[in-house]
């Protein structure tokens, strides 16, 4: 399929190590954040979430990290496998309940075995 | 149970053709979106469902573009006189009630739509 992202930023880890990707959200009304993976041909997955009134959630080897003083987002993948491999997008909610997702520039991670 | 779904996965079209994009929600959602996506970009937000009625349109690039959702469930993307920046991955998603995770949005596979 067509691949997604190929003048994204890219991150470049060993297979086992840590990744770590980041994102800055332009809107301090935002209130709901989402880290989404994207592979080559399909649609976006739904990783983790955070509401802002949180600074950390964790999940299954990933944990999100918010810091509203400064707007940054950070997806942190404890022992990266190759199928962690993909585009990575996060994304804000600027308002509560059903209303459209804000995507930011993805970044391309790309595990080495 | 079944996710989002979409067709056609591919479309490829000639300049100035009309074309009509389908997704099928996940049964029991009620918000329905559509998001565009070029290559490289994060998907961008043309517009959304609540029900049977568009609750926000403002994403859509102009009048040539326009969406339906009858029932409340299938919604059809729909766009005229296609033009060769038209080109891209249309990518519908859905959400539960508001309530229930209303901000967790389900994608689906997405539509490639080529304008030759």
């Known amino acids: 399929g067509e691949s997604v992202g190929l003048h994204l930023p890219t991150l470049s880890v060993q297979e086992g190590d840590n990744s770590i990707i980041n994102c800055a959200y332009s809107n301090s009304a935002s209130d709901y954040f989402i880290w989404y993976k994207q592979e080559s041909g399909k649609g976006p997955q739904f990783i983790i979430d955070i509401r802002s009134n949180m600074d950390k959630r964790q999940g299954q080897r990933v944990t999100v990290l918010l810091n509203k003083t400064v707007k940054h987002l950070s997806l942190q993948i404890a022992a990266t496998q190759p199928g962690d491999s993909a585009v990575y997008f996060c994304?804000?909610?600027?308002?509560?309940?059903?209303?459209?997702?804000?995507f930011g520039k993805g970044t391309r991670l790309s595990v080495i075995a | 149970g079944a996710g989002v779904s979409q067709t056609p996965s591919n479309k490829v079209t000639e300049k100035g053709k009309y074309v009509e994009l389908r997704c099928d929600p996940i049964?029991?959602?009620?918000?329905l979106y559509w998001y565009r996506q070029s290559l490289g970009q994060g998907p961008e937000f043309l517009i959304y469902f609540q029900g049977t009625g568009a609750a926000d349109d403002s994403g859509l690039p102009n009048d040539r573009f326009f969406a339906v959702r009858p029932e409340g469930s299938v919604s059809t993307l729909k766009i005229q006189r296609t033009e060769r920046g038209d080109s891209a991955v249309y990518l519908c998603?859905?959400?539960?009630?508001?309530?229930?995770?209303?901000?967790?949005?389900?994608f689906g596979p997405g539509t490639r739509l080529t304008v030759l």
């Open positions: 994304a804000e909610n600027r308002n509560s309940g059903n209303t459209p997702l804000v």
């Open positions: 998603a859905s959400s539960p009630p508001s309530g229930r995770a209303p901000n967790e949005q389900f």
């Open positions: 049964s029991g959602h009620t918000a």
